[in-house]
């Protein structure tokens, strides 16, 4: 019996064959998704960590650079070069805060402001390139977030700290 053949059979080593991991299929996915997103951005000269930023923004213009990582789940040190990169672009500016300097204020500028018109139509191809209704997607992004918030919930530490 080669190694192929023992793992199937083994529950054990199955659980750690790649296609049993629910991390690869998450990962895989967003690879895919990636991939869909750089074909509809490329028009917009964004990356897709940019546009994430840019979503943020068109929803929430004035966020400090700690409210902006907080609804992208990034921390300041990721978040500093995409913003610099974004500013370069013309399409934010990053200013510190009047009442507080230690904080750093990014607002739209006209052409942040006027980019969302041209990303109106990303949703829809991407929904289209998924093959999924509005409502298969409404609930396969609800179940994510759930498993989110639950994994967000777990304890850090080493897995022997855990019981596992």
Same mark, same amino acid.
């Given at each position: 019996?080669?190694?192929?053949?023992?793992? %199937?059979?083994?529950?054990?080593? +199955? +659980?750690?064959?790649?296609?049993?991991?629910?991390?690869? +299929?998450?990962? *895989?996915?967003?690879?895919?998704?990636?991939? #869909?997103?750089? @074909?509809?951005?490329?028009?917009?000269?964004?990356?897709?960590?940019?546009?994430?930023?840019?979503?943020?923004?068109?929803? @929430?213009?004035?966020?400090?650079?700690?409210?902006?990582?907080? @609804?992208?789940?990034?921390?300041?040190?990721?978040?500093?070069?995409?913003?610099?990169?974004?500013?370069?672009?013309?399409?934010?500016?990053?200013?510190? +805060?009047?009442?507080?300097?230690?904080?750093?204020?990014? %607002?739209?500028?006209?052409?942040?402001?006027?980019?969302?018109?041209?990303?109106? *139509?990303?949703?829809?191809? #991407?929904? &289209?390139?998924?093959? &999924?209704?509005?409502?298969?997607?409404?609930?396969?992004?609800?179940?994510?977030?759930?498993?989110?918030?639950?994994?967000?919930?777990?304890?850090?530490?080493?897995?022997?700290? *855990?019981?596992?």
């Amino acid at each position: 019996m080669n190694r192929k053949d023992q793992s %199937s059979t083994d529950p054990q080593s +199955a +659980a750690l064959t790649l296609d049993a991991q629910l991390c690869f +299929a998450l990962y *895989s996915a967003q690879l895919a998704m990636n991939k #869909v997103y750089r @074909h509809y951005l490329a028009d917009l000269g964004l990356t897709y960590p940019q546009y994430l930023v840019m979503l943020v923004l068109w929803e @929430h213009d004035g966020l400090t650079v700690s409210a902006l990582g907080q @609804h992208l789940y990034l921390d300041s040190a990721t978040l500093t070069p995409l913003l610099k990169r974004l500013q370069g672009l013309g399409l934010l500016q990053r200013d510190r +805060a009047q009442a507080d300097q230690r904080q750093v204020l990014i %607002s739209l500028t006209d052409a942040g402001r006027a980019l969302r018109r041209q990303a109106q *139509s990303v949703p829809q191809g #991407v929904l &289209c390139a998924t093959g &999924c209704t509005p409502d298969q997607i409404q609930g396969l992004k609800a179940q994510l977030e759930a498993l989110r918030a639950r994994l967000q919930m777990m304890p850090t530490g080493s897995s022997q700290e *855990s019981g596992q």
